[in-house]
């Protein structure tokens, strides 16, 4: 309780990846950003996933102050599958996946000034490669570098072909989100000054746990992938808890709350400012 006091004081938490459209979260948005602000968040990135997300996460930036907006195109084939098998209610329009690229490449950079970062992008291979995936990517990084946005990228066993893609790109300011990557590929995105981030699951998963020991401050976000990897289990996830990441990082980094959490405003100010 003293912990939150003290954080409300200082105002300067950052959710650097939510998914505020969701259907889970929609219907008690106002109660959810309020909360939000009572455990003194300053930022939270609401992240698109495909064309009616991107509006839904521009229309949530104008109405709540704390709210930034990011928008991009998500694994296609992948949120097809997460759709099929998804176990809340959820309204099919949210996975819409037939859509012209190019016109929704277009609406972004209409609304550039309106857009923190590219984000949800980059590469899912469970069910395989695929040759739209890379396609969107790419033309996902191209924007990225004409509108001179950070981008954060989503790679689940597409590791290594999205940091050779990233690699192969004149983007600097990348965030690999909720990366589930090998030790040494960890390292390679250290080493090539990205960032990555821990996400509150942190509280109990070793691999988030050993990103945070190996990787500079200076390199990390905190997110909680709002509704998914809640910190509680048997709860769904929403921005106020993204203090726990914050609390682990002191704990692992062996320095105090308010030092961790400037440290990481620090990074915010440099990347998205
Ligand atoms: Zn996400």
């Not at 890379?134 to 924007?143: A, Y």
């Not at 965030?175 to 942190?202: E, Q, Y």
Request: contains cysteine; aromatic residues 8%; proline residues 4%.
């Amino acid at each position: 309780m003293e912990i939150l006091i003290e954080m409300k004081l200082m105002n300067l938490l950052i959710d650097i990846h939510a998914h505020l459209d969701h259907s889970l979260l929609i219907p008690k948005i106002d109660e959810i950003i309020g909360r939000a602000k009572n455990a003194g968040l300053k930022h939270i990135i609401a992240n698109g996933i495909n064309p009616e997300t991107n509006r839904l996460c521009l229309e949530l930036s104008k109405k709540y102050d704390i709210v930034k907006c990011a928008m991009g195109i998500y694994p296609r084939d992948a949120l097809k599958k997460e759709a099929e098998k998804a176990e809340y209610p959820l309204k099919l329009t949210d996975f819409d996946i037939n859509f012209d690229i190019n016109e929704e490449i277009d609406f972004i950079r209409k609304n550039k000034n309106n857009v923190a970062a590219i984000s949800e992008v980059g590469l899912d291979f469970v069910d395989g490669e695929s040759k739209q995936q890379i396609e969107d990517f790419e033309k996902m990084i191209s924007l990225a570098e004409e509108l001179k946005k950070p981008i954060v990228v989503h790679s689940r066993r597409a590791e290594q072909k999205c940091i050779e893609i990233l690699e192969s790109s004149k983007l600097k300011n990348i965030i690999m989100h909720c990366f589930c990557g090998k030790k040494s590929l960890v390292k390679r995105i250290a080493d090539n000054g990205w960032h990555l981030t821990v996400p509150t699951t942190v509280v109990r998963s070793q691999q988030f746990q050993e990103i945070v020991k190996n990787v500079p401050i200076s390199q990390l976000f905190c997110e909680t992938d709002s509704p998914y990897l809640s910190p509680y289990k048997g709860q769904w996830n929403e921005p106020a808890y993204v203090i726990e990441s914050y609390n682990k990082i002191a704990e692992i980094k062996q320095m105090d709350i308010t030092e961790a959490v400037n440290n990481v405003y620090m990074n915010w100010q440099r990347v998205f400012e």
